[in-house]
């Protein structure tokens, strides 16, 4: 099975860089994935990583270690409607179930 | 990228009633369909995964005679919510599998809210 852990809440302010941590236990790995999502809406890719390190893709970045059971999420530049929820899910593989973590609820502040 | 779309977008139904909800993949096909459904301030949990001419395989817990899902096409999945009750008012999701395409990467739908009265 798949175990992920994310902070519940986090709050920063606008144009600063805020880091959202993902800790996970898998007996299966294939990749990780990082949603956005906004209240009341369905989610958003914005990464999937495979191979250890970051990956940047605008003011986002994600990075990943697989030996660590570890990867965090990184937004720069943080503007308000960057406030939502951030999702982290593990993919063991193949056609198997992605496996959603809590989710972080990111507020960003003036 | 891939378009996937859910009908309706919030229905309200009584106690007791049925609620059929689509799910359509619209420029691509999709074999695979997975049904989601999320509580307020909670993550995604995936109620079901629906398979293209099969039956679909449901998760620990959940109903397969209440939630009954038929996905009759490469491009339609449906959700029937039979004998709605209070406690089944939640945010319905659901996502599709592009086919060829990374076997990882799922588009989602944008949702249904369902309030049952």
């Known amino acids: 099975g798949q175990n992920i852990d994310q902070p519940t809440e986090m709050t920063a302010t606008e144009g600063a860089i805020v880091q959202i941590n993902c800790t996970y236990q898998t007996s299966g790995f294939n990749g990780l994935f990082w949603y956005q999502q906004h209240a009341g809406e369905a989610p958003t890719f914005l990464s999937y990583?495979?191979?250890?390190g970051l990956e940047e893709k605008g003011r986002f970045s994600s990075f990943l270690s697989r030996s660590k059971g570890y990867s965090y999420l990184l937004l720069k530049e943080l503007q308000m409607k960057d406030s939502a929820s951030y999702l982290c899910?593990?993919?063991?593989?193949?056609?198997?179930?992605?496996?959603f973590g809590t989710g972080t609820k990111l507020q960003v502040i003036p | 990228g891939a378009v996937v779309s859910q009908h309706p977008s919030r229905v309200i139904c009584k106690s007791g009633t049925s609620v059929k909800i689509e799910c359509r993949s619209l420029d691509f096909q999709a074999t695979t369909m997975f049904w989601y459904r999320q509580f307020p301030k909670k993550s995604l949990m995936l109620m079901a995964t629906?398979?293209?001419?099969?039956?679909?395989?449901?998760e620990q817990g959940v109903e397969k005679d209440k939630f009954l899902i038929n996905h009759a096409s490469l491009t339609l999945s449906t959700l029937t919510v039979t004998s709605a009750h209070p406690e089944d008012s939640s945010f319905y999701i659901c996502?599709?599998?592009?086919?060829?395409?990374?076997?990882?990467?799922?588009?989602f739908g944008p949702g249904t809210r369902l309030t049952v009265l």
């Open positions: 899910a593990l993919s063991p593989g193949g056609y198997q179930k992605v496996t």
């Open positions: 996502s599709a599998r592009d086919m060829p395409g990374d076997v990882n990467e799922q588009f």
């Open positions: 629906s398979n293209e001419g099969s039956k679909a395989t449901y």
């Open positions: 990583n495979v191979l250890d």
